[in-house]
């Protein structure tokens, strides 16, 4: 089934208290090369027909992301593309 996704994340001037508090757990992982971690968000939208970004980039703007804090970007993609977290 067609799908797109809508990666939301909070604008580089935003303060990100969760990526902060990820990036400061690392040294205690052994990681000490990591300068910053940002958080944000994955949705992932499968239309019917035919994936319609326009439509995906108004549910984005009008309800899935804050336009004061949030960038958003949209991408359609396979419907056997997944992300492997665990390669």
Aim: proline content about 8%; overall charge negative; glycine content about 4%.
């Amino acid at each position: 089934m067609p799908r797109v996704v809508v990666d939301v994340m909070l604008k580089p001037e935003i303060l990100d208290p969760q990526g902060q508090a990820v990036a400061n757990a690392l040294p205690r992982l052994g990681v000490n090369d990591v300068a910053s971690v940002r958080i944000g968000r994955r949705i992932e939208i499968e239309f019917t027909g035919e994936p319609d970004l326009d439509r995906a980039r108004e549910i984005a703007d009008k309800l899935l992301a804050n336009p004061v804090i949030e960038d958003f970007t949209i991408h359609a993609v396979e419907a056997d593309e997944s992300v492997d977290a665990h390669p």
